[in-house]
């Protein structure tokens, strides 16, 4: 009897060990992200282990998701060090509907929230994500936002005069987006960067489909036009020219 408890006290640690190691990985070797500008009008807020960024518009600003805390308090702490109320900001362009990307939503109840269509129920606390850590987690009550407006691939959103284009680039989610305002392209969770420059993946135990993510990735490298500045990330910091995208998109 002490014997199989013991195997059976083995086989949990080791369990635990393998998920630990496959989670804390996701987190290893990532340029770290810091708070304060990235480019011209875009402004990088980070809120634990997730990034949101603030993009100025003519008459306020608009967001790149709202982080996993549902009082957004570091948002509004940064929101308040420029004179700016939570009404400031219009429109929050969603990356994806994890729910740590679109629990600080709610304290902008005015602003006009644009996800694509196969994100809605994620963002809306309807669905649960598919992704194997996503799925055990299930539905975050409490964490989710209403959304006013489905977004069209490879559309730009005009707000005065600020274009926010975006793409549909699924694997991360389903209706995961890369967006580009300002010369900086935003990747959410579909990719990270890495201290070495080059541009990873995101990691699989959080997403639906890793290989449908790397194709969109490569896809995604031959949509966007020149001129982008920046590229964006959600968990890690930023890369300061455009082209680990590329290279990313032409290794083998
Ligand atoms: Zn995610």
Same mark, same amino acid.
């Given at each position: ?51 949101? $960024? ?11 998701? &709202? ?19 939570? @009404? @400031? ?12 990307? %679109?629990?600080? &939503? ?7 929230? $644009? ?36 977004? %069209?691939?490879?559309?730009? %959103? ?17 209706? @995961? ?35 449908? &993510? ?39």
């Amino acid at each position: 009897m002490k014997r199989v408890l013991l195997i059976v006290g083995i086989v949990f640690v080791a369990l635990f060990g393998v998920f630990f190691a496959t989670v804390g990985s996701a987190f290893v070797g990532l340029v770290p992200a810091a708070d304060g500008p990235v480019a011209p009008g875009v402004q990088l807020v980070r809120d634990g282990y997730v990034n949101a $960024y603030l993009i100025d518009l003519d008459d306020g600003v608009a967001l790149v998701d &709202c982080g996993n805390d549902p009082e957004a308090k570091t948002l509004l702490a940064a929101l308040k060090a420029r004179n700016l109320e939570p @009404s @400031s900001v219009k429109a929050i362009f969603v990356t994806h509907g994890h729910p740590d990307h %679109v629990a600080g &939503c709610q304290q902008f109840p005015g602003a006009a929230v $644009y996800v694509f269509e196969g994100d809605r129920g994620l963002a809306e606390g309807t669905e649960a994500g598919k992704g194997p850590l996503p799925k055990f987690m299930g539905i975050q009550k409490g964490k989710s936002v209403k959304v006013t407006n489905v977004l %069209v691939d490879a559309a730009t %959103v005009q707000l005065g005069g600020v274009g926010v284009t975006a793409w549909n680039i699924p694997g991360h989610t389903g209706g @995961s987006a890369a967006f580009l305002a300002r010369g900086v392209l935003f990747f959410g969770d579909s990719a990270t960067a890495q201290s070495d420059g080059k541009l990873r993946p995101a990691p699989w135990v959080f997403s639906d489909d890793l290989e449908q &993510c790397k194709a969109s990735l490569r896809g995604l490298a031959a949509k966007v036009p020149a001129g982008v500045s920046k590229l964006a990330f959600a968990h890690s910091g930023v890369f300061e020219n455009a082209s680990a995208l590329g290279e990313y998109a032409k290794a083998p």
